[in-house]
């Protein structure tokens, strides 16, 4: 037994020191790139903006090529994959030192290229991996030999990958529960949660964001006059947020499908692995070296900047409706694409952005529309962060995800009615998209239990 948490706290310490090493040579990346593209003096935006497309056309291009010079099973989330394997199916190179290394570098050179794609997929699996390859080291073989305990390391090496992506121990577990396992033993909870506190605490120790939340929001000392957490009248607009963000969940899913059996339609789209880099990768470029919405902040940025209860001067050029707007539904069609692509890729963190722009739209025509309510957009902005989240992942621990990253408490029940009603407004149109790309990959997995079936039985004497 204590051989087993003294693994777990390995794995925690492993898990956040690759987190930080990734986080590190990403933010290299991106500022290098800025560095680069920083020319001063006249005509040279033309040349800034040749550099900043090359630039992040050569790091897409590096994430292609080590998933098909390294590892092809390095594509994509991985999520899929690792809950095919806690079900009992055995995907021997999924979780190998190759895969391990493809996934990391190509991590790196996806975001670092600026592409719509997030982490925690990747940061799974890599945790995932990270406890078989400790697995085999000579103090831990037991773990190894015994197929249950093995299962058992693996899911609280899932929840540890969320933690150390989010900062948030708690959630990573509820969150890992419910993407990479149909059932789940209690007394892995224990397990699960250790690992996750480990790996978060050390991110916290070692990186310099310590014990603080990661969008830390202060909606409770709004400047706004006669503040109060939010209205009654308020919950109204909340819940429907959670009602229509459910059913654009759904729709994002359908829109990746889709977008999959075209790609399978035409031999062009699904062969040419370069093709497919090259084109998405030029487009999010165009887009971003734009200064039409401030796209160049990255991922963090703009979640800083949706979730402040602040005006958004920044937004406000020529118009912040129509750059949210814009910022949308560019955001989605690029997130669907990306995350198709062969490179490792996340979608949460996109999705939390796509929803977090959402809600700060619908934040801002209120508060337009109607002056006298004690209104604040970021609120809404974290409310539709939660709830298109949960509509694409069918995730309620998203709403506790969310106040671990913004350390924010006042705007509990709201975030809470949203995430429900998303979640099950979703539900009605099918499965969540983890499922869908399982399914489209054609992977088994264990199905959900029929309950009527085994337990409405008739007995007679």
């Given at each position: 037994?204590?051989?087993?948490?003294?693994?777990?706290?390995?794995?925690?310490?492993?898990?956040?020191?690759?987190?930080?090493?990734?986080d590190?040579?990403?933010?290299?990346?991106?500022?290098?790139?800025?560095?680069?593209?920083?020319?001063?003096?006249?005509?040279?935006?033309?040349?800034?903006?040749?550099?900043?497309?090359?630039?992040?056309?050569?790091?897409?291009?590096?994430?292609?090529?080590?998933?098909?010079?390294?590892s092809?099973?390095?594509?994509?989330?991985g999520?899929p994959?690792?809950?095919?394997?806690?079900?009992?199916?055995?995907?021997?190179?999924?979780?190998?030192?190759?895969?391990?290394?493809?996934?990391?570098?190509?991590l790196?050179?996806?975001?670092?290229?600026?592409?719509?794609?997030?982490?925690?997929?990747?940061?799974?699996?890599?945790?995932?991996?990270?406890?078989n390859?400790?697995?085999?080291?000579?103090?831990?073989?037991?773990?190894?030999?015994?197929?249950?305990?093995?299962?058992?390391?693996?899911?609280?090496?899932?929840?540890?990958?969320v933690?150390?992506?989010?900062?948030?121990?708690?959630?990573?577990?509820?969150?890992?529960?419910?993407?990479?396992?149909?059932?789940?033993?209690v007394?892995?909870?224990?397990?699960?949660?250790?690992?996750?506190?480990?790996?978060?605490?050390?991110?916290?120790?070692?990186?310099?964001?310590?014990?603080?939340?990661?969008?830390?929001?202060?909606?409770?000392?709004?400047?706004y006059?006669?503040?109060?957490?939010?209205?009654?009248?308020?919950?109204?607009?909340?819940?429907?947020?959670?009602?229509?963000?459910?059913?654009?969940?759904?729709?994002?899913?359908?829109?990746v499908?889709r977008w999959n059996?075209?790609?399978?339609?035409?031999?062009?789209?699904?062969?040419?692995r370069?093709?497919?880099?090259?084109?998405?990768?030029?487009?999010?470029?165009?887009?971003?070296?734009?200064?039409f919405?401030?796209?160049?902040k990255?991922?963090?940025?703009?979640?800083?900047?949706?979730?402040?209860?602040q005006?958004?001067?920044?937004?406000?050029?020529p118009?912040?409706?129509?750059?949210?707007?814009?910022y949308?539904?560019?955001?989605?069609?690029?997130?669907?694409?990306?995350?198709?692509?062969?490179?490792?890729?996340?979608?949460?963190?996109?999705?939390?952005?796509?929803g977090a722009?959402?809600?700060?739209?619908?934040?801002?025509?209120i508060?337009?529309?109607?002056?006298?309510?004690?209104?604040?957009?970021?609120?809404?902005?974290?409310?539709?962060?939660?709830?298109?989240?949960?509509?694409?992942?069918?995730?309620?621990?998203?709403?506790?995800?969310?106040?671990?990253?913004?350390?924010?408490?006042?705007?509990m029940?709201?975030?809470?009615?949203?995430?429900?009603?998303?979640?099950?407004?979703?539900?009605?149109?099918?499965?969540?998209?983890?499922?869908?790309?399982?399914?489209?990959?054609?992977?088994?997995?264990?199905p959900?239990?029929?309950?009527?079936?085994y337990f409405?039985?008739?007995?007679?004497?």
């Amino acid at each position: 037994m204590e051989q087993t948490w003294f693994f777990l706290m390995i794995l925690g310490f492993a898990t956040a020191m690759v987190f930080l090493t990734i986080d590190m040579a990403i933010v290299g990346a991106q500022e290098a790139q800025r560095r680069i593209t920083s020319w001063q003096g006249g005509g040279m935006f033309i040349i800034n903006g040749f550099l900043w497309i090359v630039y992040s056309l050569v790091f897409c291009l590096l994430s292609g090529a080590t998933v098909q010079y390294i590892s092809p099973f390095a594509v994509g989330s991985g999520i899929p994959e690792v809950k095919s394997i806690l079900s009992g199916l055995h995907l021997r190179y999924y979780l190998s030192f190759r895969a391990l290394t493809a996934k990391i570098i190509g991590l790196v050179c996806a975001i670092g290229g600026g592409l719509y794609v997030g982490r925690e997929g990747p940061y799974v699996v890599i945790s995932a991996a990270l406890a078989n390859a400790l697995s085999k080291f000579g103090p831990f073989r037991r773990i190894r030999q015994d197929q249950q305990l093995r299962f058992q390391v693996l899911s609280a090496a899932c929840a540890a990958g969320v933690a150390t992506t989010f900062g948030a121990p708690v959630g990573g577990v509820l969150f890992s529960i419910e993407v990479t396992s149909t059932y789940y033993l209690v007394q892995n909870l224990w397990k699960g949660f250790f690992t996750s506190v480990s790996a978060a605490l050390f991110v916290a120790i070692i990186g310099d964001r310590g014990l603080s939340a990661l969008f830390n929001t202060r909606f409770s000392e709004s400047q706004y006059s006669g503040y109060t957490a939010f209205e009654s009248r308020e919950l109204v607009a909340f819940a429907w947020i959670g009602v229509i963000f459910g059913g654009l969940g759904a729709l994002f899913i359908q829109t990746v499908a889709r977008w999959n059996s075209f790609k399978k339609q035409y031999k062009i789209l699904s062969t040419d692995r370069y093709g497919q880099i090259i084109a998405v990768s030029v487009a999010t470029s165009i887009v971003t070296l734009t200064n039409f919405v401030p796209m160049y902040k990255g991922q963090n940025g703009i979640i800083s900047d949706l979730f402040t209860d602040q005006p958004l001067p920044e937004w406000s050029q020529p118009n912040i409706f129509v750059n949210l707007s814009f910022y949308i539904v560019i955001s989605f069609i690029l997130t669907a694409m990306s995350i198709t692509l062969p490179i490792p890729a996340g979608l949460y963190t996109p999705v939390f952005l796509i929803g977090a722009a959402s809600g700060r739209l619908v934040g801002e025509v209120i508060a337009a529309l109607v002056p006298s309510w004690s209104v604040v957009p970021g609120a809404y902005a974290v409310v539709g962060a939660a709830a298109f989240s949960a509509g694409v992942t069918r995730t309620l621990s998203t709403s506790v995800i969310v106040f671990e990253l913004t350390g924010q408490l006042s705007h509990m029940l709201p975030v809470l009615i949203s995430v429900l009603l998303a979640t099950a407004v979703g539900n009605i149109f099918g499965p969540n998209v983890y499922d869908r790309l399982l399914q489209g990959k054609g992977l088994p997995y264990l199905p959900g239990f029929n309950a009527e079936r085994y337990f409405n039985l008739n007995f007679s004497t």
